[in-house]
């Protein structure tokens, strides 16, 4: 069975850093893409960014761009969120999630396997 486990949140001051990581087993990330999600309490869904396995494309929110950095290490099955200068509103539960495609979407009903999630708090 496939599964996804999301690791690396915490407390942070605002303009910090933390790194996520985003572990899959039980398949390999050659044919998948690989998409991080975030959910605040009485929010919607939102797609962070999302990052193929063959060439590399990368799609992500307006909101994180030039702050946040998606990457993939196919030899670990790990993929990675890099996350600079947090801001308040990125505190949310932050998932992956994997699709059998290698195009990225931002789209959460594009994806069929969901990590338990890990919680990112950004406050002073």
């Known amino acids: 069975q496939v599964q996804l486990v999301e690791s690396g949140g915490g407390l942070v001051q605002p303009g910090g850093s933390l790194r996520l990581s985003c572990a899959a087993s039980?398949?390999?990330?050659?044919?998948?893409?690989i998409g991080w999600f975030r959910q605040a309490p009485g929010k919607e869904r939102e797609g962070v960014s999302c990052?193929?396995?063959?060439?590399?494309?990368?799609v992500s929110a307006d909101s994180v761009k030039g702050r946040f950095t998606i990457s993939r290490d196919n030899a670990k099955n790990t993929v990675y969120l890099q996350m600079n200068s947090l801001k308040p509103e990125d505190t949310a539960v932050y998932y992956c999630?994997?699709?059998?495609?290698?195009?990225?979407?931002?789209?959460?009903?594009?994806?069929?396997?969901w990590g338990q999630g890990t919680q990112v708090t950004v406050s002073s």
């Open positions: 039980g398949f390999t990330l050659d044919y998948y893409a």
């Open positions: 990052i193929s396995s063959s060439h590399g494309r990368i």
């Open positions: 999630a994997a699709k059998a495609s290698t195009w990225p979407s931002l789209e959460a009903e594009h994806f069929g396997s």
